[in-house]
């Protein structure tokens, strides 16, 4: 069974849920800088989820990049995957709408949470298909990250109820911990090909 | 005539499909529970409608795999295809707005069932351009489930307007019969390569 | 420079076109048939279209197959068409909430009008790139159906303010000419591989 | 790691920007003329925006081409350029709604300016993983158009407080000079195959 449409499927659904993001910038009715102002919350919380699905296009695109067999049930925890990422555009919505209330800055985390559970369970789901010596399993290792990020994610949902400016501090958090270079990976990278593309892990 | 195009265009129509139907979760005005409530029985449609569209993009993707030569007939009967699936996010939308009444519950029975007359359509009509012992014919073999499922289709539309949850609990029943692996498929695809790829048939 | 991104973006917008379309199929707040009543027209005017986008994708298929070189005149000419489909699902929308209506019926003859001109030139701008010997020169050939539709959409004009339901009537008939198969031309593919590809023409 | 799926996705998110403007275009209630008029500025700035949008594509198209090696900063390098015109449709249906108006106007400059500087550090970006004697760094040379354009913005912005259609007019005016054939490049690219591709610079 080919990866390549199963490739070609995802970038799909993650180019159309990046972009329709976007549709939840209400062009506002008036000219001025007063009536772009409340776009302001949701200009911040597009930029997050923004790059949240860049950074799991790129981690899912190393963890192809070091996969060789497709299962129905990888086809199947893909899929579940997407679901999850399918809702951010509602809950980034419903966030920036109420600029960053408790309940909606919660509820991302949530989804932010479910979506980093799929994507271990499609990481364990592809290296069960693979082997306990493949590619995947070696180049993910110990995956510090991914362990981490849920932790994180945690934190911040209960801290939004204290402050939503914390959650969403947290949020960034992650993000920023994901989107900082690992020159490890780049230089296992480079020695072994595509070896330790999958170390990347789940954001 | 190659068939990737064809792939193509299918993966993004499903893809946009299956993405598009989240722009019904309506971003909610106020920031507590009470907000979200109302959007429930529309986010159980919309998980229904993404394991439907999952399982299609799924079915598509093993009996193109087994297909070899790709006709003007065949590239017809995949946009009849595409075309009763395109409903999918209005009826999801209508029966999950309204609560699964019961008229709307049965509509979303009818665009399941052209989907799966019209997958079975295209089914026949790649079958018969590739001759009567094609991989594509021997692999759907007898093909249970797709028949099956028409028929229980029928009985959730009529059950729709006794009680809409009874017709609501088909079709999820008909989802979950297709979504369970099915051991003998996954061996014989083991065995032959490719060779069972198609036998997923309609869903 | 390679063709396959042109297919591949020419896929993606034309997947976009023929699924935002049903975005326009508003779901009705009643839960009863009366509620369904007055998407009946905006449905037919979706299902023409559907079939239009379709005959596009499937012509665009054929001529670019037969096509080896692409320049950049290529290119543009084929965002051109691009943009003239792009205004298909806005007047299929205006020509369906307002029950076909003279002038409605007739921007969208006018829109299908100017998509068989763009189709036209980049018909002309691939041959001119592959000079006059090119498979696709051949295969195109005198293209009857491509110098009758431009002719039947101004017909088609001209009627939708006499009766807009004759107007309809020429758009759905030409796009029945273009669906019925050219027997003649799937021989000619048959004979010589792909060498036909391109008659099919413009819409 | 490959540049496909790059392509693949950058092709995605490029071909639902350009689909979706579509959908600020806001069926008219009205039937008549009249209707239609207050589109007109709404489509103009469509226009504008899908030849934008294209002359990205197609100079992404080129880069890529000329490009051999991707690392993950190229990956972000290009998810930002994405970013800024996914931005696109937004300020198109601010300035078309608002009939030009003076802030539109010119946040519409601004978003092209940000994916000016965006292919900018894209094509550097590229540039420094390839090495200093690559394909790309010659293909682009001294690269006039692409130094030029970001002035231009820039005195669009300013004149678009004078006067709104004078800000508009040098953005038409920049998409003109990148629409025009550069004779150069056809030859270059004549001559070395893919050599000068990537030459056409940042738009």
Redesign the interface.
């Known amino acids: 069974?080919?990866k390549s449409?199963l490739?070609?499927?995802s970038?799909?659904?993650?180019?159309?849920?990046?972009?329709?993001m976007?549709?939840?910038?209400k062009?506002?009715h008036g000219?001025?800088?007063a009536a772009?102002a409340p776009l302001i919350p949701l200009l911040l919380s597009y930029?997050l989820s923004?790059v949240y699905i860049?950074i799991y296009?790129?981690n899912h695109?190393?963890m192809l990049?070091a996969t060789q067999r497709i299962?129905?049930?990888v086809?199947?925890a893909n899929?579940h995957l997407?679901?999850w990422l399918?809702?951010v555009?509602?809950v980034t919505?419903?966030m920036g709408?109420?600029h960053f209330?408790?309940?909606?800055t919660a509820?991302y985390g949530v989804v932010l949470l479910m979506a980093a559970v799929a994507y271990w369970v499609l990481q364990r789901t592809i290296m069960a298909a693979q082997g306990p010596d493949s590619l995947l399993a070696t180049a993910v290792g110990s995956d510090l990250k991914g362990k981490l990020s849920p932790l994180l994610y945690i934190a911040g949902i209960a801290l939004a109820f204290v402050d939503a400016r914390l959650g969403g501090g947290v949020y960034a958090f992650v993000a920023l911990m994901w989107?900082v270079?690992d020159r490890r990976?780049?230089r296992a990278?480079g020695r072994s090909g595509?070896g330790a593309?999958g170390r990347r892990g789940n954001a």
């Open positions: 069974m080919g449409r490739e070609a499927f970038d799909g659904v993650l180019a159309i849920i990046i972009t329709i976007v549709l939840e910038l062009v506002p000219t001025d800088a772009l930029v923004f860049g296009w790129n695109h190393h990049h299962s129905g049930g086809l199947w899929l997407l679901f399918s809702l555009p509602f919505g419903w709408e109420n209330a408790a309940l909606p509820l989107l270079p990976i780049e990278l595509s593309a």
